[in-house]
């Protein structure tokens, strides 16, 4: 088998080359009348400038495969006997044995037409089944209707009042529209997510959902947010999630904190930018005083989801205590729109008061003609992290605003109308923006890639509006204060790699692959190359 196994790399002309320093090393080889089973392993860094460093980024697996063997003229075009897949290689799923006993409950919308646009975002509320004492959510499934797979991108279970009653679950509708119940603004604490890509999530042993009590859920609203750029029409969807749970009670409650840039058209990215950065504070303020309050030993955050749009490159949650930063709490260097999940910490992190969190956003925008707006579609942009931690808190969000009028300065804007009756609000003055709308006047401006530059210098040294929320609406003091951001080193820089002339600083960590091909009976024997 060692005769069909071999380390190659590619060049730009996509030509396939025998790579001289092969890194690549067989550990188990198998085939039957359906499969081949390829097993191997590699060191994360080999040093080779024919490999990529495998981190704890996301990293696009690239296959293909030929039914007749390699031969001297070189490799058989594959044709259809290709594709790709987004993987998080040191990231994945805790598997942990339930038994198949465990009850469930499944919230999953009904017959949802989905409509013929770009964006959709549905709104279901429905009610946690009564349980009559406390219970643990251990792990959360996907449920997705076979075919959609690409039309759901994203879930968000949100923890809603519990001062509503069984009217609100009559039916559900479009979330963010003028029409949208009442009751569906009550919903904002976000108890669980899930986005296109990801798989199921399994809490850890000592940790759980809790379910069952007066302080815990009852009413949750399930956003899904549809992606349609197709405009196909007549789609009905049924997609959900399945929440399994246990009457064994683990020793913590879960929660979730929504970190980050508040979705505004505050957050704004200038046209033809090969990278602009973008950062989310979880502000010193707002955690000294919410930690202060309920939990002065800290908290323990053991996973994270990573959340921007199309524009998104690069996403890292940096950490600090006391004004030092700590190593990065999680990161995606190769940041996927299409695949986003949550990321096991390998140590859980302790957050306390005197810390702050920084969500950087990088993006690309080197292909759009107009600016880019912070918003809901996924044209537009997000830049957020979805911390799960235990002890539960009272702190459902912990975020930021830029200032907007000194943005609007930097393109020359004087003068708004005051007060404000219209959103997005109006320029009064200079001439060239008046009765322009400030979204206008931000596509009027000419943007050049060094404007963009000083534009990105000012923004990230703005004053920030701090967002710093509980459940149920609630507020803590801090909420609507501007806070300046810290003083911090950037760009971030990564720990280096030390290489040697034949091997790395970190030898010792391999990854072993399976790779494994489905095949028919009749091309048994003419399986090859795999690279």
């Known amino acids: 088998m060692m005769e069909y196994f071999k380390d190659y790399f590619t060049d730009e002309n996509r030509v396939l080359k025998k790579d001289p320093q092969q890194d690549y090393h067989l550990e188990y080889a198998m085939e039957n009348s359906t499969h081949t089973i390829l097993a191997f392993s590699r060191e994360l860094h080999t040093c080779d400038i024919n490999d990529k460093s495998i981190t704890e980024s996301t990293v696009r697996v690239i296959w293909a495969y030929h039914h007749k063997d390699m031969g001297e003229a070189g490799q058989n075009y594959h044709g259809s006997n290709r594709g790709t897949k987004s993987l998080r290689l040191l990231n ?87 029409n949208m119940p009442d009751s569906f603004l009550t919903c904002e604490t976000v108890i669980f997510a899930w986005a296109i890509g990801g798989e199921g999530f399994t809490y850890p ?141 390998k140590e859980e992190r302790t957050i306390l008061p005197g810390d702050n969190l920084i969500t950087e956003c990088h993006y690309s925008t080197v292909d759009r003609i107009r600016m880019t707006w912070g918003g809901l579609s996924t044209r537009n942009e997000m830049c957020l992290s979805y911390l799960l931690y235990y002890p539960r808190i009272n702190l459902t969000r912990c975020a930021s605003i830029p200032d907007i009028m000194e943005q609007l300065q930097f393109i020359g804007v004087k003068e708004i109308y005051r007060p404000v009756r219209t959103w997005p609000f109006i320029i009064k003055s200079p001439k060239q923006y008046k009765n322009l709308s400030f979204m206008d006047a931000m596509n009027k401006f000419k943007w050049s890639r060094s404007e963009g530059l000083s534009y990105n210098e000012l923004v990230l040294k703005l004053p920030v509006n701090v967002r710093c929320s509980k459940t149920d609406n609630a507020e803590w003091s801090i909420q609507g204060m501007t806070a300046l951001p810290p003083e911090i080193e950037r760009p971030y820089k990564t720990e280096p790699v030390i290489c040697s002339s034949s091997s790395c600083l970190h030898c010792s960590l391999f990854l072993t692959l399976f790779f494994v091909v489905c095949v028919t009976a009749s091309t048994i024997g003419n399986i090859g190359p795999f690279v």
């Not at 429905?126 to 209707?145: D, G, R």
């Open 92 to 178: 994945p799923e805790k598997e942990e044995v339930l038994s198949a006993s465990l009850p469930y409950f499944d919230l999953t919308n009904k017959d949802v037409p989905v409509p013929d646009k770009d964006t959709t975002y549905w709104c279901q509320m429905f009610k946690i089944p009564v349980q009559h004492e406390k219970h643990h959510v251990t792990k959360v499934e996907p449920l997705i209707q076979k075919g959609h797979e690409n039309l759901v991108h994203h879930i968000l279970l949100y923890q809603c009042s519990s001062n509503l009653n069984d009217s609100v679950l009559d039916y559900g509708h479009e979330c963010y529209h003028p």
């Open 205 to 345: 042993p000592h940790v759980g959902l809790s379910i069952g009590t007066a302080a815990d859920p009852q009413f949750v609203l399930m956003e899904v947010h549809y992606d349609n750029p197709s405009y196909t029409e007549g789609l009905i969807d049924n997609s959900g999630l399945r929440l399994i749970y246990t009457p064994v009670l683990r020793k913590y409650d879960a929660g979730v904190i929504e970190a980050g840039l508040w979705v505004s058209l505050f957050h704004n990215i200038p046209p033809g930018m090969p990278e602009f950065v973008s950062e989310g504070h979880c502000t010193l303020e707002c955690l000294e005083e919410a930690l202060g309050a309920e939990r002065p030993a800290g908290i323990h955050v053991f996973a994270v989801l990573l959340h921007a749009h199309l524009a998104g490159r690069a996403i890292r949650m940096r950490h600090f205590h006391n004004g030092e930063e700590q190593k990065l709490l999680a990161y995606d260097d190769e940041f996927d729109f299409n695949f986003q999940e949550f990321q096991y910490l």
